[in-house]
């Protein structure tokens, strides 16, 4: 089996990284940064998120596992005491995969060629100057006209992040949608959202349009780039799914506990 290592790159992060890829080959597998049919993150949920990208032509053939050197994450649940338990576990090849849903993102540009992205996490659209003025369009309705700070698209893997810090739902990730959380909208007696996360399912989509030429500021996970010749962005659930190596149970509200309620 090929595997290959993504690591925060801290002094603890690449101790580690140095060992498990020694004794993966010592246990015969092949290390591989191309074409790994496991990545081994060694970091944080961050780290988790570079390696998501690095690999997103590989979707279908790579799953993920995690090693959190820091704080407990969603997606780095092994501590770096328990190296060369993850070890064994993936050079028997003891773990199912499990499959959670992705996000869609595709910019319709005025004057030039459209792009798609893939999140793990979320999207977010935000004006860096002024207010930020979309329409909101669902399933080719239209359903408000959005002014505030911005907004966030989530996916439900990620519904714990940026999504939750804005007051929206959590999510199991298992489940097919995706989520549209206000930042700081503007209501009063002239302007009017909905004011509260809107949960759509796989078969829905949401399309936002600029409705001045502005600029804006959009993040796809940890990637961020500047926009000025929108026409339209459009969020759907991804066909593509993220793979995650499951070697025991982590059910995904003890996850949520431990993170935001626990304090042992």
Not at 224 to 239: C, G, P, Q, R, Y
Request: aromatic content about 10%.
């Amino acid at each position: 089996m090929k595997f290959s290592i993504q690591s925060r790159r801290d002094d603890q992060s690449n101790e580690l990284m140095e060992l498990a890829k020694s004794y993966l080959i010592d246990f015969g597998l092949q290390f591989d940064e191309q074409e790994p049919e496991i990545v081994l993150s060694i970091g944080g949920d961050g780290t988790l998120l570079h390696a998501f990208h690095r690999y997103l032509h590989r979707l279908d053939k790579t799953a993920f596992v995690g090693i959190h050197t820091g704080h407990l994450g969603f997606y780095a649940d092994w501590k770096p005491s328990e190296l060369e338990k993850l070890v064994l576990s993936i050079a028997k090849k003891e773990y199912n995969v499990v499959e959670y849903p992705l996000l869609e993102v595709q910019v319709h540009r005025l004057h030039s060629d459209s792009s798609t992205f893939l999140a793990l996490n979320e999207a977010t659209i935000k004006s860096p100057d002024v207010t930020l003025v979309m329409d909101v369009e669902l399933n080719g309705e239209h359903f408000e006209r959005f002014r505030g700070d911005g907004l966030c698209i989530s996916t439900p893997s990620g519904s714990t992040a940026y999504n939750k810090a804005l007051g929206g739902a959590i999510i199991h990730p298992t489940l097919q949608a995706l989520q549209i959380t206000e930042m700081a909208s503007i209501n009063n007696r002239v302007f009017r959202t909905v004011g509260s996360s809107l949960v759509l399912p796989a078969h829905h989509n949401c399309v936002l349009k600029p409705v001045h030429e502005q600029q804006f500021n959009m993040t796809v996970d940890h990637i961020s780039m500047t926009e000025t010749d929108v026409k339209s962005i459009t969020f759907n659930v991804a066909n593509e799914k993220v793979r995650f190596a499951r070697f025991r149970p982590f059910p995904f509200w003890e996850r949520v506990h431990d993170s935001f309620i626990s304090n042992e």
